[in-house]
């Protein structure tokens, strides 16, 4: 187990109070469940979170053992209790050091040293975290992640009883009954044999309604087609009567709104950070894509439907947010050049499906997105914003979260080059440039 630690953690991690604590002591402790905690001094909700999880914290491991000192627990003969075995270590994103001292003094867990900027920035990209406050659980043998949603742990299990949150199969979270906009109340079992689009929104939210028109669209085209397919929606308003209204614009299923802990359960199966999002499962209730939204936005007429993820994407106005998920291959191309942005995806597809299935079977994310730019809008706004030379072929990987950039200009890219490319990134060879 400390050895998965060290490679995710370093060395070493430090108390409140700054004391030093070696990583591979926490095998010794018989942690089994570490939690990693994102969040900054300068945000209100994670001093907020800080609090509520440190009363969580101090519950699950019993008062006398809430401080992670650099001997606790190790070398006792007992068996520490199963809730006892969670750690919890914070990732910051502070930029002051002193406002970091300040804001983790009072943890009563352990924290990353202030120093360890590139690690942080790399867990950050690994788990795809895409705001703060956040609180995701991983077994800390294997490294899988448990739970990616350990907000909602705490307000749904505060004393831990289900403790280690493991994920749930997907007819087991959904069992029980869905409603018709009409008032008919259906049973969970009907969805079998089914794909199903589990759709996280709300009606306070602009881009959700926006989003709802094209699904309601594209709903009626799959089923016309004769294509098994449902929708649950999940719904995150404000109150049962903004949900009845919009509801009422939805040829689909909802979870009922008065049902707060299966919908609260969905939201920690998937993770969900936020709204909207639409999840496609396939009939074993296995996830086919989390990036729902962007593909019924790219394909209106759902030739494609389920929507099995490409390894490499054209990169359009509906796909760009995916930029800010984590490190992104682009290939740049002169797409006045007929058929050049497809050469370009058949260049680059062999070595992003090689990547994506060594990941896969670690079940681990691809630590990259595959992306080819042609010339529009959109390129030309991501060079600026990037300030990339106007060169075409141009091949790059973007980190966003990092403000760093890797370029590789040559007059010809051929697939050796871009996959010494990669592989010199992944193994941290490559030299950045600010963004």
């Known amino acids: 187990m400390s050895g998965f630690l060290e490679e995710l953690l370093g060395e070493k991690l430090v108390t409140g109070g700054g004391e030093e604590v070696d990583v591979h002591s926490l095998g010794a402790r018989g942690i089994s469940l570490l939690g990693l905690y994102f969040g900054c001094s300068l945000s209100a909700p994670c001093a907020q ?57 009072d943890m009563p867990w352990l924290a990353l040293p202030y120093k360890e900027k590139h690690r942080k920035l790399k867990l950050w990209n690994k788990y795809r975290i895409s705001n703060i406050p956040s609180l995701i659980f991983l077994d800390a043998t294997t490294g899988k992640v448990v739970c990616r949603n350990g907000l909602l742990v705490i307000r749904d299990d505060p004393e831990g009883l289900e403790f280690p ?129 962007v593909e019924v936005l790219n394909d209106e007429d759902c030739r494609e439907f389920p929507w099995h993820p490409k390894p ?53 994310e691809a630590p990259l997105l595959f992306f080819v730019a042609g010339e529009d809008d959109m390129t030309d706004s991501l060079r600026d914003y990037t300030n990339l030379p106007e060169a075409a072929p141009l091949l790059t990987i973007l980190d966003m979260s990092a403000r760093a950039k890797y370029v590789m200009d040559v007059e010809e890219i051929t697939p050796a080059i871009v996959e010494a490319f990669v592989n010199d990134f992944l193994a941290e060879k490559l030299k950045p440039e600010p963004i």
């Not at 007992?78 to 919890?88: F, K, N, S, T």
């Not at 709104?257 to 009939?283: C, H």
């Not at 007929?338 to 062999?350: C, F, H, N, R, V």
């Open 165 to 293: 949150w493991g994920p749930k199969p997907f007819r087991e979270v959904i069992a029980g009954p869905l409603l018709r906009n009409n008032g008919q109340s259906l049973e969970s079992s009907s969805l079998e044999g089914s794909h199903v689009g589990v759709y996280f929104s709300a009606h306070w939210c602009p881009p959700c309604r926006s989003l709802t028109r094209v699904l309601v669209e594209s709903y009626r085209k799959i089923k016309e087609a004769g294509q098994n397919f449902e929708i649950i929606f999940v719904s995150a308003d404000r109150s049962e009567e903004s949900f009845k209204q919009y509801f009422s614009e939805m040829p689909w299923l909802a979870i009922p709104y008065t049902d707060e802990a299966r919908r609260s359960r969905l939201n920690r199966l998937y993770g969900i950070q936020g709204i909207p999002t639409l999840i496609v499962l396939d009939p074993q209730g296995e996830v086919i894509t989390r990036q729902g939204r």
């Open 49 to 105: 979170l800080s609090a509520s999880l440190a009363a969580f914290y101090g519950r699950l491991r019993g008062d006398a053992a809430a401080g992670p000192g650099p001997g606790a627990g190790a070398g006792a003969a007992a068996e520490p209790e199963p809730r006892r075995r969670l750690e919890i270590v914070f990732v910051s994103s502070d930029q002051d050091q002193r406002q970091w001292q300040d804001f983790v003094r």
């Open 312 to 364: 490499v994407l054209e990169l359009s106005d509906s796909n760009a947010a995916q930029l800010n998920e984590g490190p992104c291959l682009v290939l740049f191309v002169d797409s006045e050049d007929d058929g050049e942005s497809e050469a370009a995806k058949q260049l680059i597809q062999p070595i992003a499906e090689k990547i994506i299935a060594k990941y896969k079977a670690k079940e681990e």
